[in-house]
């Protein structure tokens, strides 16, 4: 059985409602001759930032899949797919903001980047455990989702302020 595991819902939104955010007012400010295109381009950039949020992870009793979207292709993303037989490791680097990355590490010497930002995450990381018989107690999300929570509601009060000002 195929399970899907999309982006974290609460990662979109905070995209998304920060690209709204700062990108609502410039078709109003903009200069007549500029309307149309800053409109135009306003609309692409919204279809752009919802398709690179779009990637997601496939997992079945034989493999772990990631799939990217066409713009993240574009972007320099790549689909990647691993047997889980072939995993011999997750290996963890720190960030620079103090978190930490997981990697798959196949028996070649390949890492491949744990997706940390996916929906029903203890459920992918429990059949990662079951597949792969490596422990996975110390993985977690790459940030916690009260920071993604934050940004959504903070771009939500500058959409309603921006609408507030355009009004008045």
């Known amino acids: 059985m195929i399970e899907k595991f999309k982006t974290l819902f609460f990662v979109k939104s905070s995209l998304i ?9 410039v078709p109003f400010i903009s200069i007549e001759n500029f309307k149309i295109p800053s409109i135009t381009l306003f609309l692409f950039g919204l279809y752009f930032i919802i398709n690179i949020t779009s990637d997601y992870v496939e997992t079945c009793k034989y493999k772990i899949a990631y799939k990217t ?3 993240s292709k574009i972007l320099g993303r790549k689909n990647w797919e691993i047997s889980w037989k072939d995993i011999k490791l997750i290996k963890s680097l720190p960030t620079s903001q103090g978190s930490k990355v997981y990697y798959f590490s196949n028996n070649k010497g390949d890492n491949f980047l ?18 792969t ?16 929570k934050l940004l959504t509601l903070l771009s ?13």
């Open 17 to 25: 409602s920060l690209y709204l955010a700062l990108t609502i007012p």
């Open 114 to 131: 744990v997706p940390q930002r996916i929906e029903n995450f203890e459920k992918f990381l429990l059949n990662v455990s079951k597949n």
């Open 69 to 71: 979207s066409f713009v």
């Open 133 to 148: 018989g490596i422990a996975i107690n110390e993985i977690s999300y790459i940030s916690p989702l009260w920071t993604y």
């Open 156 to 168: 939500l009060t500058m959409i309603i302020g921006e609408l507030f000002a355009f009004i008045n």
